[in-house]
């Protein structure tokens, strides 16, 4: 089994933030693969399922992003599984609108979901890096962050998410780089 946790805040005032892409994605992974109805379980929403032959449970933290770690280490220890079982799709200012790259371990550049995953499992997680661009200046970063997409980004967002959704067994068999590369061939369409 693998975990998969989209880092978010929950709330629909936060639902079409940028901070909140990581729940989109995992909303898009559960209705393309036809995942389980949603429960209520550590300290988050869970939904199971299958893709491909890999059982994944996806999780979205209820706990507000700055506690995320709580809720994916509650949920990593009842299945007994290790910090390489688990995948965290987040934002990255660091890369391009609509960019995906994934890479396991590595910094945390100021994210506070990836900081408070650090702090109760380690750094060495595998993340899935959706890019929301840098807004130039560091003043506005909290701003851009925890802003809406843009009316103009919906269908760039849209496109992305499905893609991501539609080249999920890439990364639940492990191939990072078939992920990646499939994701930028369906983005320059």
């Not at 934002?91 to 609108?97: C, G, I, Y």
């Not at 060495?124 to 802003?147: A, Y």
């Not at 998410?161 to 930028?184: C, P, V």
């Amino acid at each position: 089994m693998q975990i998969w946790a989209g880092l978010g805040n929950p709330g629909p005032q936060y639902a079409l933030h940028r901070h909140n892409v990581g729940f989109m994605a995992c909303d898009v992974i559960a209705e393309m693969h036809g995942f389980g109805p949603v429960q209520k379980k550590f300290s988050g929403w869970v939904q199971e399922g299958r893709i491909g032959g890999d059982r994944v449970l996806l999780l979205k933290p209820a706990t507000f992003m700055n506690q995320s770690g709580r809720s994916v280490g509650e949920a990593l220890r009842f299945y007994k599984l290790g910090i390489e079982d688990l995948t965290v799709f987040h934002d990255e200012l660091d890369l391009a609108p609509f960019k995906i790259k994934v890479r396991t371990g590595g910094g945390l550049a100021g994210h506070n979901g990836l900081r408070s995953i650090n702090q109760h499992l380690g750094p060495d997680f595998r993340r899935v890096r959706i890019g929301i661009g840098h807004p130039g200046h560091k003043d506005r970063v909290t701003g851009h962050v925890l802003g809406n997409y843009a009316r103009a980004e919906m269908d760039e967002l849209t496109d992305m998410l499905a893609a991501i959704g539609a080249e999920a067994e890439w990364l639940a068999k492990n191939d990072a780089a078939r992920f990646m590369s499939d994701i930028a061939l369906r983005m320059q369409g």
